[in-house]
């Protein structure tokens, strides 16, 4: 049966026009570790199918704001575009994308985790492939914590995490206590300050939508946050995003980082690690509530509907979203940096399960978290690091550079929450949300 499933998926691939006629699509997606993977192996791709693939690889905020602006004017750059659980549904509404319902019964949709394709679902069409898929955990080094008899938590409280990074901070060895994003973005530094104001009893908007930004629990979460990393945290923190700070702690720098799951794959990798084998992962913190505490989201692959090349753009799609992609990387790269988070035949599979210690810890995560009840209190949004509006985009880049400005201390919290509050009322306000 297995070999008949990866005959007809072969057979799929094979069906886009080759040599010949050969296609070349042009690809936008993000610097991450496993989209470099993705663009070396899909060599094996254009030698299947003879297409040729433009690659466009850039940092995450530009990522955004190029496949933003050009799928906004119908602009017909791309015909892929590396998108997340935010923008899908959104553009899938407008009439932006084009629906992937059509991939052989060999790529089996039905293995996809169930909230990870909802997530990139409208009326139960998929209109982005999951190409990895995560949560956020508490990341944390267990020789460091041992050296000082410190013992982690499975469910660590924002307390706690204090404490320890206070202990574990010696800036003389350039270790810190922590790494957290503050790189300016809605999904950078923004990402991880939603599930902080989550857990803290925060939330973005009450349910008539106006701005909760100046409450005390913004307050708190933020004050905290700053604090925080003024005490344990980098040097030039504002400048670190997802990749900086991953690069800080394979390199030693970071007793403990609160991020993606998906970051699991490289920290354990020895290749590209230094303290691959004494990293411990545990659930994200916790302040006054559950709610919130850990994100969803998904790295997935889109088709815009301007593309010219929609049948070949869908064919590297589901190559490159298949389980036999995971596989491919697996044997080829490692088990340790296959995708995560997208198929359940991944949790199932023993050579992942020996090679990843942190996959459980991975699927309890994405599990747990619930963006349609992402606060403490009742929200007319969900999202657990986004509100699922399209005005969002806008309002926490804005708001990622306030908190910046708080971070560096360019102003105080609260100058910083009160601008907040004020950009986000305006354009609530100008989206028609607020009269």
Not at 404 to 422: F, K
Request: charged share 15%; glycine share 8%; proline share 6%.
């Amino acid at each position: 049966m297995r070999l008949l499933k990866n005959a007809a998926f072969a057979a799929f691939l094979l069906a886009t026009p080759c040599a010949a006629s050969a296609t070349t699509i042009t690809i936008a997606t993000v610097n991450n570790s496993d989209m470099i993977i993705m663009q070396k192996l899909s060599q094996q791709w254009e030698k299947q199918t003879g297409n040729k693939i433009n690659w466009v690889v850039l940092e995450e905020n530009v990522l955004r704001q190029r496949v933003t602006t050009d799928i906004a004017t119908h602009g017909g750059q791309f015909d892929v575009i590396t998108i997340g659980s935010y923008e899908t549904p959104i553009w899938a509404k407008q009439g932006w994308l084009a629906p992937l319902d059509n991939f052989p019964a060999s790529y089996d949709y039905n293995d996809l985790l169930p909230q990870v394709r909802s997530a990139l679902s409208v009326g139960n069409k998929l209109y982005a492939a999951p190409f990895y898929a995560e949560s956020s955990f508490t990341m944390y080094r267990k020789d460091l914590f041992a050296k000082a008899g410190l013992t982690m938590p499975e469910q660590p409280t924002y307390a706690q995490i204090e404490q320890f990074a206070d202990k574990l901070t010696d800036k003389s060895k350039q270790q810190y206590g922590i790494c957290l994003r503050g790189k300016p973005g809605w999904g950078e530094n923004m990402a991880y300050l939603s599930t902080l104001v989550n857990t803290y009893g925060g939330s973005w908007f009450n349910m008539d939508w106006k701005p909760q930004l100046t409450t005390a629990p913004w307050e708190n979460a933020i004050n905290f946050y700053v604090n925080l990393m003024k005490k344990d945290g980098p040097p030039g923190a504002d400048s670190n995003g997802f990749n900086e700070n991953q690069a800080l702690f394979s390199t030693g720098h970071c007793a403990m980082w609160i991020d993606s799951t998906a970051a699991a794959g490289k920290l354990e990798d020895p290749t590209q690690s230094q303290v691959a084998g004494d990293i411990g992962f545990v659930k994200a913190p916790i302040a006054v509530t559950t709610h919130g505490a850990g994100w969803l989201w998904a790295w997935a692959l889109a088709v815009p509907s301007t593309t010219k090349h929609e049948k070949t753009a869908e064919s590297f799609i589901a190559w490159a979203t298949s389980q036999q992609y995971i596989d491919l990387v697996g044997k080829t790269e490692g088990w340790v940096v296959a995708p995560p988070g997208t198929r359940t035949s991944t949790y199932a599979n023993a050579d992942y399960l020996k090679a990843a210690p942190f996959a459980k810890a991975t699927i309890a995560a994405i599990n747990a978290a619930d963006p349609n009840h992402p606060t403490l209190n009742p929200v007319p949004y969900t999202g657990v690091q986004f509100v699922a509006i399209p005005p969002f985009q806008q309002i926490g880049t804005v708001v990622g550079q306030d908190m910046a400005g708080a971070l560096t201390g360019r102003s105080t919290v609260s100058a910083a929450l009160q601008s907040a509050q004020d950009s986000t009322t305006a354009a609530m306000k100008q989206a028609g949300y607020l009269k």
